[in-house]
């Protein structure tokens, strides 16, 4: 197997920004969903609720070389903004899904450009100062493992062989009702960190881990897919898939499931191009 792609996401639930390399930290690759979006009362605000987020760019020196701040955030009909990272100023309490973290907010200019491009009063930009403090679901994880505002896992990692052998159960799962044919989904739905070119349907499925590089990662558990993956990335609508089609063929009790998750035991970098062997 081999790297096909990395994404980052230095915004949670931003446009993907795919890169040629990226440094992995125990927490994950460096700049990726470490800056968040919450409303008034600190709660998470993704894509799920508030699809106008897949419309904003996010990027750092990593993802452009031409950014100089900690964060440049770019959406239509708007000014480019650049963000300073928030070295300042008291930590104020998040949360995201059932746990609540520490987080400092940006400028309030940031919060109010963030508004702007998502039709919304109420939110405000915050920043992970120390990923090191978001504990991992100790069943899935050891004593230590941590990430900065990933859904659960610091890395995601998806196959071009799972993606081909969905988009077949979607075709064959349409006709057998009667329906037209649809397209194939694009990988993008998914937002894995990492695509790799494994031709094997699921082989991630086994897998105890991976070396990429040197970089050694622990397949923590399958990814538990929900309604972000239904929505379209360009016209933002909603459908049913692949949602219908994996609850046909990838469902864990209540949960569907597409790629998996890893969590990082050495650090290192990586890059597209790389051979990956897993154990």
């Not at 690759?29 to 106008?52: P, Y």
């Not at 955030?73 to 000014?79: M, Q």
């Not at 070396?211 to 399958?222: D, E």
């Amino acid at each position: 197997m081999k790297i096909l792609a990395i994404n980052l996401h230095p915004l949670k639930s931003s446009a993907i920004r795919p890169v040629e390399a990226a440094q992995v930290q125990l927490r994950g690759l460096v700049d990726d969903r470490s800056w968040m979006v919450v409303d008034g009362d600190g709660a998470a605000v993704t894509a799920r609720e508030v699809h106008a987020l897949f419309r904003i760019t996010s990027d750092t020196a990593r993802t452009d070389p031409q950014v100089t701040s900690a964060l440049r955030l770019r959406a239509p009909g708007l000014p480019p903004l650049e963000v300073d990272e928030p070295v300042d100023g008291d930590r104020v309490e998040v949360q995201l899904f059932s746990q609540r973290l520490g987080a400092l907010p940006a400028a309030a200019e940031a919060h109010e450009w963030v508004g702007r491009a998502i039709g919304r009063e109420d939110v405000r930009l915050v920043w992970c100062p120390d990923p090191s403090a978001r504990r991992l679901d100790p069943a899935h994880a050891r004593a230590g493992d941590h990430t900065a505002f990933a859904d659960g896992y610091p890395v995601t990692v998806a196959t071009t062989g799972s993606l081909r052998q969905l988009n077949e159960w979607m075709v064959s799962d349409a006709l057998e009702r009667g329906d037209e044919a649809p397209d194939p989904l694009p990988m993008q739905r998914f937002r894995p960190n990492l695509v790799l070119d494994c031709d094997e349907p699921f082989a991630e499925d086994r897998w105890a881990g991976l070396t990429i590089g040197g970089v050694r990662m622990r397949n923590a558990k399958p990814n538990e897919r929900c309604v972000m993956t239904t929505i379209d990335l360009s016209s933002l609508d909603t459908g049913k898939e692949p949602i219908r089609t994996l609850a046909r063929y990838r469902r864990s009790g209540s949960k569907t499931l597409f790629a998996t998750n890893l969590i990082p035991d050495s650090t290192g970098e990586i890059r597209v191009g790389d051979e990956v062997l897993a154990h």
